[in-house]
């Protein structure tokens, strides 16, 4: 792969993924997946039986990257590595996904409160028959948060899109007294561990 091909697909909504890969110098392209289920989406994200939340983020990783070279085949796009991601929050050994609307945003945000919590993000590197994957365990500490505090920010709308109901990087890192792991995993992309599989395929940073 030559240095003006070293590009990757970016499988993901996420304005967060595109901004940590632009400070680690990543160039990528977008390769936009549905996810909305009333609409179809690419890959079903509902948790199996049973399932730890681990061999969750990473099956769902591992789906959206697999999608991602199944489009870029049937889409006859050039080739190259396409990543994926998925975020989940576990609380109390139960997955919590992203809220429904703002009064489920509120109920996630009160079992959080003044407790620990993990975040795992699960990375995935396809191309062609080769993937290549991470996964990233952080420990989340909530200080105790007031009705007051958690009806304004699920007002704020920032809670909707995320797992867990909050955003690290956004008004939610007040809610933060301490983290034990990678502060990029729990944004939703783990730098550290992405920069490893990218160089897998030989992609180079900045």
Known sequence: MSISDKRIYLASR???????????????????????????????????????????????????????????AYRGLPQKPALAADTTVVFDGQIVGKPEDAEHAARILRALSGREHQVLTAVAIALKEQTETQI????????????????????????????????????????????????????????AETVELLQKFNITMW
């Open 136 to 191: 990233s365990v952080s420990n989340v500490w909530f200080r105790e948060l007031s009705d007051t505090e958690i009806r304004r920010y699920c007002a704020s709308g920032e809670a909707l899109d995320k797992a867990g109901a909050y955003g690290i990087q956004g008004r939610a890192g007040a809610f933060v007294t301490r983290i034990s792991g990678s502060y990029s995993g729990i944004m939703g992309l783990p730098l």
């Open 14 to 72: 996420s304005p967060r993924r595109r901004d940590l890969l632009k400070q680690v110098g990543v160039l990528f392209e977008l390769l936009l997946l549905r996810e909305d289920l009333r609409r179809g989406a690419d890959v079903d994200e509902t948790p199996l039986p049973d399932e730890s939340p681990g061999i969750y983020v990473l099956r769902i990783a591992k789906a959206k990257a697999a999608m991602a070279v199944r489009q870029i």
